[in-house]
């Protein structure tokens, strides 16, 4: 298989000068977006559906057509794995019927995450699989480790694992990770040789690009996040 997908271009030269003052700004500020009612009543929908499962969580945070979600559910037979996307229009396409202990919610991962942190969800096992990477300078606060929401992401604890074709974004999360934590995540190259988790790990490897991974082992820390002011 060969493929030719385009390289991260980007104007930044190593980790971003702010990053320190983002994850610092986002311990000590708390969100205050309203979560939106879609979200809510996604997140009810499938809080009944982990009960009825009575399975420790994996959370595919991102997960696009839900190939990486089938997959992750085959692996962890004993597990229950809740893929989430914004989009219906992905998490529609026909991939063929999802294993039992795996199922498919579109809301807003901004307030999922902080509905799931709020109920004292625990997840096993949390991924962020090939996220929008942001690569131009200024959209730092749009990458997740630049998110007001990066907290929200480590509290839930578990086991993180981040996959990116841009290794820039990989260092930049393992360093937010440490300053947020000063735990010392591991950051590798790896070869997803037959069993790629998404379309887009397929395709970058298939295009000779490499590929970068993190993996943390975080504790469940609610207090991480600071609370809102009335």
């Not at 260092?171 to 947020?180: I, N, S, V, Y």
Request: aromatic residues 8%.
């Amino acid at each position: 298989m060969s493929a030719n997908s385009r390289t991260i271009v980007t104007n930044q030269t190593g980790v971003h000068q702010d990053l320190s003052r983002r994850v610092e700004r986002a311990l000590t500020h708390a969100l205050q977006k309203p979560v939106a009612e879609h979200t809510r009543q996604a997140f009810r929908a499938t809080s009944k559906w982990l009960m009825s499962q009575e399975k420790p969580v994996i959370l595919d945070a991102g997960c696009g057509v839900g190939l990486s979600t089938r997959q992750l559910a085959q692996q962890h037979p004993n597990h229950a794995v809740i893929g989430i996307d914004r989009s219906a229009d992905r998490l529609g396409r026909e991939h063929g019927v999802l294993p039992e202990n795996a199922h498919l919610v579109r809301a807003d991962l901004v307030d999922f995450w902080r509905l799931a942190l709020a109920e004292r969800w625990q997840p096993t096992h949390h991924y962020l699989l090939y996220p929008n990477p942001y690569p131009k300078a200024a959209h730092l606060k749009l990458r997740w480790h630049g998110h007001p929401v990066f907290p929200v992401i480590l509290a839930l604890g578990g086991r993180l694992e981040v996959r990116s074709n841009w290794r820039l974004y990989i260092e930049e999360f393992a360093q937010a990770t440490k300053l947020a934590t000063s735990s010392q995540p591991k950051v590798i190259e790896y070869d997803p040789r037959d069993q790629p988790l998404t379309p887009f790990e397929r395709k970058y490897h298939a295009s000779g690009q490499r590929l970068w991974q993190l993996a943390v082992e975080l504790p469940y820390r609610p207090g991480l996040v600071p609370a809102k002011s009335e």
